[in-house]
């Protein structure tokens, strides 16, 4: 009978052990997954201001008035992205994270491109600003209206970019949510649970 016993709770744990490992491994996948995702959306962003700072870097010193605006805000514009593109894609990826840091950073990176969605509506709406006292101000006409029309076109771009990207990371967070919901775990008909506590 102790022996039974044993033998009993040894599979118990043997079968806890298992499930805890395949947790592990399923949320070591999910943080690996949602880190290339985020990976992918500052490829698109870095690869864009590299083709704006190329493209645009070459127009500018080839158009006059409005064009040449357009162009110069274009590449000051995107210098900036770049940066924030290859400064984001610099440090190395956490994937080895627990429930509760892998629920907080899922959180964060939601809210990171949601409120860079809004701001990029800000941005376009300067812009639209600039046009309108580009009708209202002769002197400096072309450059209102060159950057005016730059940040309409920047705004737009980044605001597709991040309301993609939001879209991507909320729809992959539900595999995280409903890892929660096997979070405990136990064998069926012995009343045998473990619990992992976040």
Same mark, same amino acid.
């Not at 395949?22 to 690869?47: I, M, Y």
């Given at each position: ?74 590449? @000051?514009?995107? /210098?900036?992205?770049? %940066?924030?593109?290859? !400064? ?5 990826? =956490? $994937? ?56 309409? @076109?920047?705004? /737009?771009?980044?605001? %597709?970019?991040?309301? !993609? ?5 909320? =729809? $992959? ?26």
């Amino acid at each position: 009978m102790k022996r039974t016993l044993t033998l009993l709770l040894l599979a118990l744990l043997a079968s806890g052990a298992f499930s805890q490992s395949a947790d592990s491994t399923s949320l070591f996948e999910f943080n690996r997954s949602r880190n290339k995702k985020t990976t992918r959306g500052l490829q698109v962003l870095g690869g864009w201001a590299a083709a704006n700072i190329a493209t645009s870097g070459i127009m500018y010193y080839n158009t006059k008035g409005t064009d040449q605006y357009f162009h110069q805000m274009n590449v @000051m514009w995107n /210098g900036v992205n770049a %940066i924030i593109a290859v !400064a984001s894609l610099l440090p190395k990826d =956490r $994937n080895d994270l627990d429930m509760k840091k892998s629920l907080q950073w899922q959180s964060n990176t939601e809210a990171t491109f949601i409120t860079s969605a809004a701001l990029d509506i800000l941005y376009s709406s300067a812009g639209l600003y600039l046009t309108e006292r580009a009708k209202t101000d002769p002197a400096r006409h072309d450059k209102f209206k060159g950057w005016g029309n730059s940040l309409i @076109m920047q705004g /737009g771009f980044l605001f %597709i970019l991040d309301t !993609a990207v939001y879209v991507v990371h909320k =729809r $992959n967070g539900k595999k995280l949510y409903n890892m929660m919901d096997r979070v405990r775990f136990g064998t069926s008909g012995l009343g045998f649970k473990v619990g992992i506590q976040l």
